[in-house]
């Protein structure tokens, strides 16, 4: 039996899109994907923006960080839903490191409309880990 390609679907195109802009972090690119009026959920239900102005907001400040980068490990596909795991990596308020990232994102039209992100705790990278500030 041979396996068939992988293709991918009409929803994951502004997910993926998407991602690709939050890796070259171009804030532009990154807000096209998202419908006017989305929602952007910490897992389960706690509210952290409504619309692309706010996601726009919490977005800028973390496109700055040099590190910054959402490295796909698998992805789900049902209906018109997609479900990212992720590794990202992040500079920290303690330093650099990176986070497993479950994201789901409801896409209608085209564009993300809902998207919930659980976040796992971060590992600070070796470097962060071993430095003490009262040396």
């Given at each position: 039996?041979?396996?068939?390609?992988?293709?991918?679907?009409?929803v994951?195109?502004?997910v993926?899109?998407?991602?690709?802009?939050?890796?070259?972090?171009?804030?532009?690119?990154?807000i096209?994907?998202?419908?006017?009026?989305c929602?952007?959920?910490?897992f389960p239900s706690?509210?952290?923006?409504?619309g692309?102005?706010?996601?726009?907001?919490?977005?800028?400040?973390?496109?700055k960080?040099?590190?910054?980068?959402?490295k796909?490990?698998?992805?789900?596909?049902?209906?018109?839903l997609?479900?990212?795991?992720e590794?990202?990596?992040?500079?920290?308020?303690?330093g650099?490191g990176?986070?497993?990232?479950?994201?789901?994102?409801?896409?209608?039209?085209?564009?993300i409309?809902k998207?919930?992100?659980?976040?796992?705790t971060?590992?600070?990278?070796?470097?962060?880990?071993?430095?003490n500030p009262?040396?």
């Open positions: 039996m041979t396996a068939s390609p992988v293709s991918t679907t009409a994951e195109i502004p993926q899109q998407q991602l690709d802009a939050y890796n070259a972090r171009d804030i532009d690119a990154f096209a994907h998202w419908a006017d009026d929602e952007y959920y910490e706690r509210l952290l923006a409504r692309t102005a706010q996601i726009r907001e919490r977005h800028v400040a973390r496109f960080e040099p590190n910054l980068f959402g796909l490990i698998q992805r789900s596909v049902i209906d018109n997609v479900v990212d795991h590794i990202v990596q992040r500079t920290f308020a303690e650099p990176e986070v497993d990232v479950l994201a789901i994102y409801e896409v209608e039209n085209g564009k409309t998207a919930w992100f659980k976040l796992g971060p590992r600070l990278d070796a470097a962060t880990r071993t430095h009262r040396d």
